[in-house]
């Protein structure tokens, strides 16, 4: 199976970048309809619809729903891209449609997604809401569990750029991360665990023939009210899939892509039953995901402190924000000092040029806007335009 060459026929083309709604899934799934059973499981805290997808007519049921964070929308793209394969007439597709029943809710939070947030409308993160079901996203989420029965759940979320993973001694970013969530404090490894391990680790053969060394293990610490570790201990094997950062790619597209790759090795894992055998070592050996990155980092930076001249490094961050319904990516300072076993997605050697800032400054200071200039070089949102990073 060619994915890379799947991915490229079948990609939903009219879905692009970082801000995805129901306005721009409704046109999909209408044409989508002739093909699934597409219906509304429920309406959102301000009225939106949620949508229901029912796909395939085979035993192995799997539960996904993407966007519970209203502004992680790589899994979303990814899904709809997984839903246009299946429609097609190559054989993969024909085995999944008829060996799989699979239940999406794509936009589980769209009033999140409109206003690019995490929350949905009342300000509540539906990942700590799983036990409690405050709100009526929660419920919708856990009527369809419920109404289901499912024998798998993908959990599908984006994690932020600062995630990386240690490989091999060299900092990557954490492009993909996986967790099969607890089900208990102890953290304890069941049967119903061990499933989830063994569907990681499928997944993760592949991906590591794409994005070697750039594929995480979240930190399975158990939380009942996350919804993962609530279908966990309800028995179901569970996958907290996390699209995050590759070089360059702030609209995720490339993200995007590794998240169908593993959608489709994972399903023929499951079809070629290979997941029952324990893969529980090889699971704990994917590296742990862990905060080393910033967008951006400059070293060996000459600035003036209390009178008195000193050599340091800072970082700055992006941040995301709305603006005329597409995502704008806002440089700012965010870290000074030695920043030991932090790396830049981009990063720049000063060697002991000195920093002033656009106002005139000779300290970054943390929350201002990432211009300024390193002696003769200039550097506007976060990124030289005199010259190209070292890295
Ligand atoms: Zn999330």
């Not at 539906?126 to 919708?140: G, H």
């Not at 569990?145 to 959990?155: A, E, G, I, Q």
Request: aromatic share 12%; hydrophobic share 35%; glycine share 6%.
């Amino acid at each position: 199976m060619n994915v890379e060459q799947l991915f490229n026929d079948y990609k939903v083309q009219s879905l692009y970048g970082r801000y995805i709604i129901n306005d721009h899934i409704e046109p999909v799934l209408e044409m989508l309809k002739p093909h699934f059973e597409v219906s509304v499981a429920g309406q959102s805290v301000l009225g939106k619809p949620i949508y229901n997808i029912l796909a395939g007519n085979g035993k192995t049921k799997v539960f996904i729903w993407s966007q519970m964070h209203g502004n992680e929308s790589t899994t979303t793209k990814a899904v709809f891209d997984f839903l246009n394969f299946i429609i097609s007439d190559e054989s993969f597709a024909t085995t999944l449609m008829g060996n799989f029943t699979f239940n999406i809710l794509p936009i589980l939070n769209p009033d999140g997604a409109e206003r690019y947030t995490r929350e949905n409308a009342n300000n509540i993160d539906l990942n700590r809401d799983a036990f409690n079901l405050t709100q009526p996203e929660s419920r919708i989420l856990r009527q369809a569990f419920d109404n289901f029965k499912p024998d798998y759940c993908y959990n599908m979320h984006d994690q932020r750029s600062i995630f990386g993973v240690m490989d091999k001694g060299n900092a990557r970013p954490a492009t993909v991360s996986f967790l099969s969530p607890s089900y208990n404090e102890s953290r304890d490894v069941n049967e119903i665990r061990e499933k989830a391990m063994s569907l990681v680790v499928a997944m993760n053969e592949t991906l590591q023939r794409y994005i070697p060394g750039q594929v995480g293990r979240f930190d399975d610490s158990f939380n009942i009210n996350c919804i993962g570790d609530t279908f966990s201990s309800l028995g179901v094997p569970t996958v907290l899939f996390e699209a995050g950062h590759y070089p360059q790619d702030y609209e995720r597209e490339q993200t995007r892509k590794f998240i169908f790759f593993a959608l489709l090795s994972g399903f023929n894992a499951i079809h070629e039953n290979v997941i029952v055998v324990n893969k529980k070592q090889e699971y704990f050996n994917i590296p742990e995901n862990r905060i080393i990155f910033f967008d951006m980092m400059c070293k060996n930076v000459k600035i003036n402190y209390e009178n008195k001249e000193i050599i340091t490094n800072f970082a700055s961050q992006y941040k995301e924000v709305l603006f005329e319904n597409s995502v704008n990516f806002q440089a700012v300072i965010s870290e000074i000092g030695k920043l030991d076993g932090f790396h830049g997605h981009a990063e720049y050697d000063a060697s002991g040029a000195e920093f002033v800032s656009e106002d005139g400054d000779k300290i970054p200071a943390t929350g201002s806007k990432a211009n300024f200039s390193l002696g003769n070089r200039k550097f506007e949102n976060g990124r030289e335009i005199t010259g190209q990073p070292l890295d």
